[in-house]
């Protein structure tokens, strides 16, 4: 395309006090007539300028386009390393529940052991008293009858019972009167015991 | 040279990408971008009435974020429902076959792998224009 001589003139002319020339692909259309030589290196000129323009803005542009794509890709990897520690958490919360409860069954299960180690002590206590009374119970009535047995025999060989008499006496009082204090305790233990049970 | 292209890429960076590209290699001198497919949809619909206007060739990017329809269903459209008989192909990053072989079952003519440096394989599909337009080339992947 060839423009009218005024047009070409003032282009120049512009070129010549302001520095602008045409830009974009206008200028791939601008013809200039072989003679012209000022015209074809306006063209020539305004063509580099435009390249040389555009060249820069691609490459500003790419750069552009590689920083929002590593941006992207980092706020992607943020998301990704974001849902991670959410699962991690969730999977931490979740443990310490199941820690806590394990926590609270070894408390009740600790506080069960205590409780059956103290009844077996205090059975153990018991069942030690019952034969220390049992032990002492045979005693009293094993002494209550030799006691007895020595006064009959005194009373069929006639000796003397003046003696024997009054100390059988005695004797079967204290031994009745501390026969009912041990058949008592072992009352006692055995209800204590059966209670604990 | 080309006489116009319309751009269809839901990404502004790069229709200055593109454009600027184009003009470097004088591929083009009217290039349009528009960032839907439904904006292109609508030009179609006029062009099929009036073509004045009407680009020679489209360049349709696979995933249009915020449209009705993804690229390949666009260029269905456009080949199918509008037949306007204009060059027409995907650029994307997306290098996946499947996409591939759905796009040229659409109608489809070329698939551009779109990467940082995107001016060599526009060079080289400068160079097949003819036999596109001519729908004498088979569907050709530029990667």
Redesign the interface.
Known sequence: MKVDKSIRDWLLDVQKAKRITLEGNILKLLEADEDDEAFSKYIKDALEKDKEARRRRLDVTKQVQEQNKNLLASQEENERMNEELKAALNIAEEEKIKAEAAKAEAVIAKDAALNDLDIAQKRSQFELIGTIVRVALYVIIGVGFTTTAMYIVAIVTKSDTQIIGSTWSNMFGILLTNAFSIVGTIMGVKYASEKKE | MIDSILLVDDES??H??FE??C??L?IS??LEAINSSDHAVKLFEGWQKDSDGRPECVFVDLNIIGSSYDGIELIRKITFEYGNNVVIGIISSSNEPEEQARAQKAGAQFWIIKS?DIEPRLEDFKKDFDGYKSKSLPFKIYK
């Open positions: 960076l790069f200055l990408v600027d590209a003009s470097l004088d001198l009217t940082d």
